[in-house]
């Protein structure tokens, strides 16, 4: 079930700046979903992106979906210190139940 | 907000012992998962229900069952601990198929 790519690995920037993560996948979708975690806790959702769906936006948070390139990005704008997190893109094929997981980008943000 | 409770923030067992790993939800969701996190292996998925009493094994089965008796309720159970168990073990649930998933905040446990 780990057939997701997320780039980069990781991405260290400076508070303020905009992070910016990608995530591809090689099989049609249901939907995709972005989640973060915190350093040995568990996964918070942040934003669900439906396979009909371009662009979805929450806060500072702006997710895209381009199903022709198989690829989702999520940025987030005017980077804090406190979103020091890894990034997950988790998405289910069309008709599964099954999940598939990124391996995640960690991000610091350096105040 | 929907509620994942696992019984465990921290949980340190012996070679051979039975573990059992609770997790509980508040929200009537159909779906449960049980996931382990290793280092560079990223998450994997161990069983998964999708009503009461049943279940569906994952990628990594082996050396786990899992009790699902109420559908607030999904345990997984470490039939004989091994030291390559130690890992984080997250439990998430979710009310149907094409739906975000809510996580619990993970037991870290240690097998010595």
């Known amino acids: 079930s780990q057939q997701g790519e997320e780039d980069p690995q990781a991405l260290s920037i400076q508070e303020g700046e905009n992070a910016t993560m990608n995530c591809s996948y090689k099989?049609?979708?249901?939907?995709l979903q972005w989640y973060r975690q915190n350093s040995g806790r568990g996964l918070v959702h942040l934003i669900l992106?439906?396979?009909?769906?371009r662009e979805k936006h929450s806060g500072r948070l702006r997710v895209t979906l381009d199903t022709s390139k198989k690829s989702s990005s999520l940025l987030i704008t005017a980077s804090r210190a406190a979103d020091t997190a890894s990034y997950f893109c988790?998405?289910?094929?069309?008709?599964?139940?099954?999940?598939?997981f990124g391996k995640g980008t960690k991000l610091s943000v350096i105040p | 907000d929907v509620k994942v409770t696992q019984s465990s923030r921290y949980l340190v067992k012996r070679t051979g012992e039975k573990v059992f790993l609770e997790c509980v939800q508040d929200?009537?969701?159909?779906?449960m998962f049980w996931y382990r996190q290793d280092p560079g292996l990223g998450l994997r998925l161990i069983y998964f229900?999708?009503?009461?009493?049943?279940?569906e094994k994952g990628d990594i089965p082996e050396g786990y069952s899992v009790s699902r008796e109420k559908k607030e309720r999904f345990s997984l159970i470490l039939e004989s601990a091994s030291t390559n168990q130690t890992s984080m073990y997250l439990c998430?649930?979710?009310?149907?198929?094409?739906?975000?998933?809510?996580f619990g905040s993970g037991t870290q446990l240690s097998v010595l």
């Open positions: 099989t049609s979708i249901n939907n």
């Open positions: 988790i998405y289910s094929g069309a008709g599964s139940y099954q999940l598939t």
């Open positions: 929200m009537d969701h159909e779906n």
């Open positions: 992106i439906r396979s009909n769906e």
């Open positions: 229900s999708y009503d009461v009493k049943m279940k």
């Open positions: 998430a649930s979710r009310t149907g198929w094409n739906e975000k998933l809510f």
